[in-house]
Nanobody, 124 residues
């Protein structure tokens, strides 16, 4: 059974950088789209980035600071996070879209395979 596992989280000061990784293991894996979401305490899970044949997509809150990339051969997705702010503090989740056709959805309910998450804490 395929599993996603995130790594690379940690604590960083405001303005710093982190690079999150998400590796798929446990079998043959392919997905039309991969994404990162995050959830801060007391808040709903929110979309952070996605990557597919349509390209990469980001919400305004992280555009220009975060970059998603993917290596299909290594079954790995990365999220490079620069210029981190305190409001970026959250648990970050990697997710895979496993439907037949990805049309650019940013809804977490459209992604069916999830990793356990990795904590990112940004402090001043």
């Amino acid at each position: 059974q395929v599993q996603l596992v995130e790594s690379g989280g940690g604590s960083v000061q405001t303005g710093g950088s982190l690079r999150l990784s998400c590796a798929a293991s446990g079998g043959t894996f392919s997905s039309p789209a991969m994404a990162w979401f995050r959830q801060a305490p007391g808040k709903e899970r929110e979309f952070v980035a996605s990557i597919s044949v349509r390209g990469a997509a980001y919400p305004e809150s992280v555009k220009g600071r975060f970059t998603i990339s993917r290596d299909n051969g290594k079954n790995t997705v990365w999220l490079q996070m620069n210029s981190l702010k305190s409001e970026d503090t959250a648990v970050y989740y990697c997710a895979a879209f496993q439907g037949k056709r990805y049309t650019g959805s940013v809804r977490d309910t459209d992604f069916s395979l999830w990793g356990p998450g990795t904590q990112v804490t940004v402090s001043s």
